[in-house]
């Protein structure tokens, strides 16, 4: 099933996006740069904690306990202890698996600074809306290679890794949303409206290119957030492209 694109400027876009992630061999983009774990910064030739496979930690397993594997909520919120009919319960998160731990995989609040979240009706209205108004865009941040296997028909895909203020691409990606640089300050007067998504609740990657957006200036008026990503959409049985 092909997705109907109305916005030609997005389809520019985001192919313009995409031959710099694809063609520049010199220096791939890996979702895994500027991520945190332990308040450590994850260098690129490290272990990527968003794509790692479970089988490569088998050694791992084979000692690990049979008992489920409990991760943190949070990456400072372990569980929390609540009174339940007159006995004491903690609330406890179970992992996936044991590359699913938090961090990274950590619970995303609802609502990201100020930013309004909005769930599957608004992105359906807001993915109407494309063919009509042309300062709208739908982005997926994940990686290249996620966006590939699927995503939520009308997106084009910028990693949040391009946004960051280590990336050589993010005054591009900047210019094409809009903006304008003067000095080392940029202004957003004319400036599309984003609709950001990741994989879902416990993703990363749409709140972080969210953070780096409102930090760099990016009006809190033309963001909105979709906590519910990929997955949320997929269970939902919404069509994936």
Not at 3 to 8: A, G, P, S
Not at 73 to 78: D, R
Not at 157 to 167: E, F, G, V
Not at 202 to 215: C, F, G, H, N, P
Request: hydrophobic share 40%; net charge neutral.
């Amino acid at each position: 099933m092909g997705v109907k694109v109305y916005d030609i400027k997005g389809i520019i876009f985001g192919l313009w996006l995409f031959s710099f992630m694809v063609l520049d061999a010199k220096e791939p983009i890996e979702i895994g740069c500027s991520s945190v774990v332990s308040s450590k910064t994850q260098e690129c030739s490290s272990l990527n904690p968003l794509t790692a496979s479970s089988s490569l930690l088998n050694d791992n397993e084979h000692n690990a306990s049979t008992s489920p594997l409990v991760v943190n909520i949070t990456e400072k919120l372990a569980s929390v202890t609540v009174m339940h009919q007159n006995h004491e319960l903690v609330i406890e998160r179970v992992g996936k698996d044991h590359a699913h731990t938090c961090p990274p995989f950590c619970i995303q609040p609802l609502s990201i600074d100020g930013v309004q979240t909005v769930a599957e009706l608004e992105t359906l209205t807001f993915i109407e809306a494309l063919k009509e108004k042309k300062g709208q865009l739908l982005i997926d941040a994940r990686s290249s290679d996620l966006y590939n296997k699927s995503t939520i028909p009308g997106a084009i895909n910028l990693p949040y890794t391009m946004l960051s203020n280590k990336s050589k691409y993010q005054k591009e990606v900047l210019t094409l949303l809009g903006a304008k640089q003067a000095g080392t300050r940029w202004y957003f007067k004319n400036i599309k409206t984003l609709l950001i998504f990741g994989d879902g609740a416990e993703d990363i990657q749409a709140s972080q290119a969210i953070q780096t957006l409102v930090k760099l200036g990016y009006p809190k008026e033309n963001l909105l957030y979709y906590r519910g990503g990929v997955e949320s959409w997929k269970s939902l049985g919404l069509t994936l492209y």
